[in-house]
């Protein structure tokens, strides 16, 4: 085959994932980046290696950890793309003729499911990591043979159960009694290993993948249908077909490629779910005249929605006069009662934050990094968290948690510069952020609840007339509230 032919359509792959990841869902790199801490020590490595699975874990955090700038992340999505279809064409070159043009095509297929796949948000980069390793191993596995004795089961450790790709090639492709028994032999040392060093995760996860899959008790379709589609593709191209005129068709591949992946992001990606993650994205930015202009167009109709919406309306100075224009549900979208999920009550403890209340942003924030439910920490609500304990004068605690960021890339500046500042309590009050939140928070204790949150507000305002945000908001609460009883 023209290896300028390959290389330009390698590119071209490469250079759409990029584009739909840099302009059409940077959020999914903001939440994927939020959702986990990446820590450069080796207690952190330990941590991954210990698990099936782990070393593609462990690098997958490590590239997450880039898309704290969208750029990079799109960039990291895209050559993981084109490495995947690189990977696969390379076994399918060493499982038959070099000149295969005329299947070449078939190579994109599952870097294009992979993007549909990654729809769901909760898609971890380890899948995609992990099977390029082992679709790489492929070729290796194919010669290995008695090798494989050890090779399996350290793969099975390092990469997850997708490395029965690479033993069932072997397989396949040699049709040797010794590479059919190694299949039996996958299965033998995966169940010992798991017994052995993995046995308090339940079978189901440990066989299907840890760390592929960031909800627990869950195994979307396409989970297992990719791998075994990688596979056929595999042997697909390694057939040698050729057809009498293999340009003719390379347009209507090309095309069919496109509108079957077309057709796959517009059901995989759910509009309400990535409108919503794009709020907090722009929030997260500051970007609240975007917010606004986003939900102008659409606004999904959900509390987190409307509590973002609203946020950003009072950021604007526009929420005594807009609030009407938009998608409201009661008391609710302005602060949302706390929910126990990994992203609802980011913006609500924004809110709280911003007008006064870190204790109560401290539980929500806390409830949201433990409601990640593969157990990661983030280095954002690590940081609000600090926040919190700095402004309330607990600093011994706000120092546990600097020192964690203290060893992560993109935190470590932020952290060591929040330790130098709370080594003097004066330098924390004349501070623009805390010094005005030491102002305007409670100065009495007492015991708060949802219900009474429009009496915090007042109580708030009462002891700070320079709390506007108080004041707006408990307006717009008694405002939401007399419409909620109306209907």
């Known amino acids: 085959m023209n290896r300028l032919y390959r290389i330009l359509t390698s590119s071209l792959l490469g250079a759409a994932v990029f584009a739909f990841w840099m302009w059409l869902y940077p959020q999914d790199l903001s939440y994927q980046e939020q959702n986990q801490l990446f820590l450069f020590t080796g207690e952190y490595l330990l941590q991954r290696l210990s698990l099936p699975g782990g070393l593609a874990d462990w690098l997958s955090e490590f590239l997450v950890q880039f898309f704290y700038y969208r750029l990079a992340g799109a960039l990291i999505l895209a050559l993981l793309a084109v490495l995947l279809q690189r990977v696969v064409w390379r076994a399918a070159r060493k499982n038959g003729p070099e000149d295969q043009r005329s299947l070449y095509a078939l190579s994109f297929v599952p870097s294009l499911l992979m993007l549909v796949y990654q729809g769901d948000v909760e898609v971890l980069l380890s899948y995609p990591v992990a099977l390029i390793l082992a679709t790489a191993l492929c070729p290796l596995m194919a010669r290995a043979r008695w090798h494989n004795l050890w090779i399996i089961p350290l793969g099975w450790w390092l990469f997850g159960p997708v490395i029965a790709v690479s033993v069932l090639y072997a397989a396949i492709r040699n049709r040797k009694g010794a590479d059919l028994l190694?299949?039996?032999?996958?299965?033998?040392?995966?169940?010992?290993?798991?017994?052995?060093?993995?046995?308090?995760?339940?079978?189901?996860?440990?066989?299907?993948?840890?760390?592929?899959?960031?909800?627990?008790?869950?195994?979307?379709?396409?989970?297992?249908?990719?791998?075994?589609?990688?596979?056929?593709?595999?042997?697909?191209?390694?057939?040698?077909?050729?057809?009498?005129?293999?340009?003719?068709?390379?347009?209507?591949?090309?095309?069919?490629?496109?509108?079957?992946?077309?057709?796959?992001?517009?059901?995989?990606?759910?509009?309400?779910?990535?409108?919503?993650?794009?709020?907090?994205?722009?929030?997260?930015?500051?970007?609240?005249?975007?917010?606004?202009?986003?939900?102008?167009?659409?606004?999904?109709?959900?509390?987190?929605?409307?509590?973002?919406?609203?946020?950003?309306?009072?950021?604007?100075?526009?929420?005594?006069?807009?609030?009407?224009?938009?998608?409201?549900?009661?008391?609710?979208?302005?602060?949302?009662?706390?929910?126990?999920?990994?992203?609802?009550d980011i913006t609500s403890a924004e809110v709280l934050w911003m007008m006064g209340m870190p204790n109560i942003t401290l539980q929500y924030i806390f409830d949201v990094q433990e409601s990640i439910q593969n157990g990661r920490k983030s280095g954002r609500f690590f940081s609000r968290i600090a926040e919190c304990n700095i402004v309330n004068g607990w600093y011994d605690r706000a120092e546990r948690y600097l020192d964690i960021l203290s060893h992560s890339l993109f935190y470590r500046k932020w952290a060591l510069s929040r330790k130098a500042l709370i080594q003097d309590d004066a330098q924390v009050a004349a501070d623009p952020v805390y010094g005005y939140i030491r102002q305007v928070r409670f100065q009495d204790d007492f015991i708060t609840f949802y219900d009474g949150l429009d009496l915090m507000m007042a109580v708030l305002y009462n002891q700070n007339k320079n709390n506007f945000m108080a004041a707006q908001y408990y307006t717009a609460w008694q405002r939401l509230k007399t419409t909620e009883a109306g209907q």
């Not at 079957?260 to 059901?267: E, R």
């Not at 990606?269 to 102008?296: G, Q, S």
Request: proline share 6%.
């Open 182 to 344: 190694m299949l039996g032999w996958l299965v033998l040392t995966a169940f010992v290993e798991y017994r052995l060093l993995a046995p308090q995760y339940p079978a189901r996860d440990a066989f299907l993948g840890i760390n592929y899959y960031r909800l627990v008790e869950s195994l979307p379709a396409l989970q297992v249908i990719i791998p075994a589609v990688t596979l056929l593709v595999i042997l697909l191209c390694g057939l040698g077909v050729r057809l009498r005129h293999p340009g003719v068709w390379g347009g209507p591949a090309a095309i069919l490629l496109i509108l079957g992946t077309w057709i796959g992001v517009h059901y995989s990606y759910d509009k309400d779910t990535h409108e919503v993650l794009a709020y907090d994205w722009l929030i997260r930015h500051e970007r609240y005249a975007d917010v606004i202009r986003r939900a102008e167009k659409y606004q999904p109709r959900n509390p987190v929605s409307a509590c973002s919406v609203n946020f950003c309306l009072f950021m604007n100075g526009q929420l005594e006069n807009r609030l009407n224009e938009f998608y409201q549900c009661g008391t609710e979208g302005l602060v949302l009662p706390s929910i126990r999920d990994n992203l609802s």
